[in-house]
């Protein structure tokens, strides 16, 4: 699971969830912030819009070494 927190009231501000068996072990924000990319160990690469996070809008898988 991915929680954004806003740090001024520790409240969650958006949520994720990644079905990844492996742990994260690395996350990206697009520029304007409204797209989050979230890298696991299993080489799959997930990219959620924080609008709408019911589902990922694209995901990738590695064929080679883990992605970072």
Do not use: C, M
């Amino acid at each position: 699971t991915i929680a954004l927190v806003d740090l001024r009231n520790f409240q969650v501000v958006a949520k994720v969830v990644e079905p990844s068996q492996k742990i994260i072990s690395s996350v990206s924000f697009s520029p304007n912030g409204a797209v989050v990319a979230a890298a696991s160990q299993d080489k799959k690469v997930v990219f959620w819009d924080l609008r709408t996070t019911d589902n990922p809008i694209e995901q990738f898988y590695s064929v080679g070494h883990q992605v970072n």
